[in-house]
């Protein structure tokens, strides 16, 4: 599912350049009228077989707003006679997809800080849409063992403090906390899809900041059963990977 095109909001304007960034690539294209249908149908060829596809820009504050045809006039005003730049997120079709297996076969050697955080920036799509489904286990988790999960949110909560462009996500993690953990999956999924929108440079900050402390938890991880992946039929570190 691509986004909807059928809005006819219009704007007119002598912009005609698009310049879309989607998992750190940017691609340009151009539309002859300024129109949230044209933008979104030039976005759609210019990424294409994406599921779930979901577009964002910078506003003045520096904040990443979602574009809608209720934002497209505030989205032309940020371009200010420039190209319009929007950031692209979403799913790829299954053959594109990461298989979560092959991920972990670059923990079979030392784990570091660096080498979490790079897996971390380069797999990000693929992270989000695991966190995604699995949303309802992290409530279990959160409703079983309170005690271990909230010294965890606490750690990336603070982790993420110096780092503007996550101030929403860590306001909803903060919220998470002062109501028991309750929305604890939903909060997660939403960090999760926020990182993956933010530009290269962002995300790779939020790993680095995070890193430290997944490296204790990676370890314990690796130091479970081994057991094999359904897709690509490798071990894979950890009892609950399946």
């Given amino acids: 599912s691509t986004i909807d095109s059928s809005f006819k909001t219009s704007r007119g304007g002598e912009m005609s350049v698009v310049k879309v960034t989607f998992e750190g690539e940017v691609r340009r294209g151009r539309v002859q009228e300024v129109t949230y249908e044209a933008v979104v149908k030039v976005v759609n060829e210019l990424v294409p077989d994406v599921q779930g596809m979901v577009?964002?820009?910078?506003?003045?504050?520096?904040?990443?707003?979602?574009?809608t045809e209720q934002t497209f006039d505030d989205f032309v005003d940020q371009c200010k006679g420039g190209s319009l730049r929007v950031t692209a997120a979403g799913q790829r079709g299954r053959r594109d997809r990461v298989c979560p297996g092959k991920i972990?076969?670059?923990l079979r050697g030392e784990v570091t800080p660096e080498v979490i955080a790079e897996l971390m920036v380069t797999n990000a799509e693929v992270a989000a849409a695991m966190v995604e489904r699995k949303a309802w286990k992290l409530d279990r988790v959160a409703c079983w063992w309170p005690e271990k999960v909230r010294?965890?949110?606490a750690v990336v909560v603070e982790s993420l403090r110096d780092i503007p462009e996550m101030t929403t996500c860590r306001a909803r993690l903060e919220h998470v906390l002062d109501e028991d953990l309750a929305g604890l999956g939903q909060a997660v999924s939403d960090v999760a899809r926020e990182f993956v929108v933010q530009p290269?440079?962002?995300q790779k900050r939020v790993a680095e900041a995070l890193s430290v402390h997944l490296v204790p938890l990676i370890d314990r991880l690796r130091g479970g059963r081994r057991v094999?992946?359904?897709?690509?039929?490798?071990r894979i570190w950890g009892g609950r990977m399946k």
């Fill in 200 to 202: 290269v440079e962002v």
């Fill in 55 to 67: 577009l964002r820009y910078v506003d003045e504050d520096s904040d990443m707003c979602r574009l």
């Fill in 228 to 234: 094999v992946c359904d897709r690509c039929d490798e």
């Fill in 104 to 106: 972990w076969r670059h």
């Fill in 151 to 153: 010294p965890v949110i």
